[in-house]
């Protein structure tokens, strides 16, 4: 008995750690990875506010797990002072204190050296990831074994040399910067790369100016002269810009083309040309943060630097500053071209052109119709007249006897009537009123004689019958006479 109740209670002790093992795995299975996006200059400036957005909305869509992102803004990047960032340190510290993260995405070069600079003190064992940096702004000889970078490369060269494609009169280029540690490092970098060009652009500089002063630059600016869009943080008078705004204004401004390399500012304001794609770096970062949640080491995740895609270019700039389609690189791709009728009307352009055709087909058919009609209609007469011109040599040659008879009865009446005259003539008192009676006699046989010949020449003429009124009463008289002999014979 004792044996039995050790066994119950065992088994219940059993039971109990396996449900408390199994509410503490569910409990560890909902519980979300947590992950910071640390921006480096605020949450609302181009171009980084793009690619955190991307980033959030990739991670979302990657990550077979729940998230739980926060985002972050170093807003002390605007200035060269690093004093302010020790209160910052410690209220991130102190904010994920007791939920420690489990990925930080860094967002920009300032955000990545505030990560680097204080990497041991702040986030020593919690993996990163740096992205929406140029691989110049990375210091890889201090990464730890917990950092991942997927890194930009942005070609200067070839995006000038895209404004000298398709503005091949080009002589002068402003490029717009600030005066934050950032911009006067792009600066630099912008002057080393443009070097082979030398003896085509030359190049000017924004850092000098405050943003109303640029405005008034860029109104004025000689022909032949375009505007490359790097960035406008901070201007020569301390004030800062978001990107998106400072650059509305100054494309309202400028009598140039403005000209960028990334795809952020394309669509509202600048020509085109290679471009960074928010898309493909942003894709690259949430894999590798997602490779990087799943247990992965991230110092083992090698991604390539995301460089420029194929060319990509605004009609409507186009259309403004007077680019033509064969100035643009091989593989280019024109976006917000205004579509032409026939892309806009084409199901109405179809049906009102089958219907053209259509009525076009039956008109023609109606017209082969018609001609088929009338060759048809003079054939028959044709035949008509033929068949008439037969019937009547067959009519004429039944009533030969008759027509003979009719012909030799007035040639006979005329030659008995010259004898009679004749006799008359000669007799010692020729009757004179007799002699005229004759002679009438004679003019009368003679007409009807030439009317029979004249009728049978008509019977016997090849020609298309007549329409005409006939006295029926005449009509029938003739053909008494003609056949008075057959009948008088029969």
Do not use: C
Request: proline share 5%.
């Amino acid at each position: 008995m004792a044996v039995l109740i050790h066994i119950r209670i065992l088994s219940t002790v059993v039971i109990a750690f396996l449900l408390a093992s199994f509410a503490y795995s569910s409990a560890l299975a909902a519980e979300p990875k947590r992950v910071m996006l640390l921006h480096s200059f605020g949450r609302e400036f181009k171009p980084w506010s793009e690619y955190a957005r991307e980033i959030r909305t990739e991670l979302v869509q990657q990550s077979p797990w729940a998230l739980d992102i926060t985002e972050h803004a170093l807003i002390t990047a605007r200035s060269s002072n690093q004093n302010p960032e020790a209160p910052f340190v410690q209220y991130l510290g102190a904010l994920f204190s007791e939920h420690p993260l489990d990925l930080i995405v860094s967002i920009g070069a300032p955000a990545a050296a505030f990560v680097q600079r204080h990497r041991h003190e702040l986030f020593a064992n919690i993996p990163m990831v740096f992205t929406a940096v140029d691989q110049r702004r990375v210091q890889f000889s201090i990464l730890s074994d917990n950092d991942a970078v997927v890194a930009l490369r942005i070609n200067y060269l070839a995006a000038l040399e895209n404004v000298l494609r398709v503005l091949p009169d080009t002589k002068n280029v402003t490029v717009v910067v600030g005066t934050s540690p950032i911009e006067k490092f792009w600066k630099d970098e912008i002057a080393k790369e443009a070097e082979p060009l030398t003896n085509r652009l030359t190049l000017s500089w924004t850092d000098h100016l405050s943003f109303e002063e640029l405005l008034k630059y860029a109104a004025a600016l000689p022909s032949k002269s375009a505007i490359f869009w790097e960035l406008m943080i901070v201007d020569a008078a301390g004030v800062v810009h978001d990107g998106n705004t400072a650059l509305a204004r100054l494309h309202k401004a400028a009598n140039a083309p403005i000209f960028s390399h990334d795809e952020s500012f394309f669509g509202s304001a600048i020509v085109g040309g290679p471009l960074l794609l928010v898309a493909d770096s942003s894709r690259e970062t949430a894999a590798v943060a997602v490779r990087i949640l799943g247990g992965e080491k991230p110092g083992e995740i090698s991604a390539p630097p995301v460089q420029f895609a194929s060319p990509v270019f605004d009609w409507r700039e186009m259309q403004r500053w007077g680019i033509t389609e064969n100035r643009l690189p091989p593989g280019s791709k024109i976006l917000f071209r205004n579509p032409t009728t026939w892309e806009q009307y084409r199901a109405y352009i179809l049906a009102v052109m089958a219907a053209i055709l259509i009525q076009s087909a039956l008109i023609f058919w109606l017209l082969y119709e018609h001609r088929r009609r009338r060759t048809a209609e003079v054939e028959a007469r044709q035949r008509m007249a033929e068949l008439a011109h037969m019937n009547r040599h067959a009519t004429v040659g039944e009533l030969s006897a008759s027509l003979a008879h009719e012909i030799n009865q007035p040639l006979g009446a005329i030659l008995a009537h010259a004898e009679t005259a004749e006799l008359m003539i000669n007799s010692s008192s020729p009757n004179m009123d007799g002699i005229k009676e004759i002679l009438a006699d004679i003019k009368r046989d003679d007409q009807r004689a030439g009317e029979i010949i004249r009728r049978l020449r008509s019977i016997l003429k090849k020609t298309p019958s007549e329409v005409k009124d006939l006295d029926l009463n005449e009509v029938v008289s003739e053909v008494f006479d003609f056949l008075a002999v057959q009948a008088s014979a029969r």
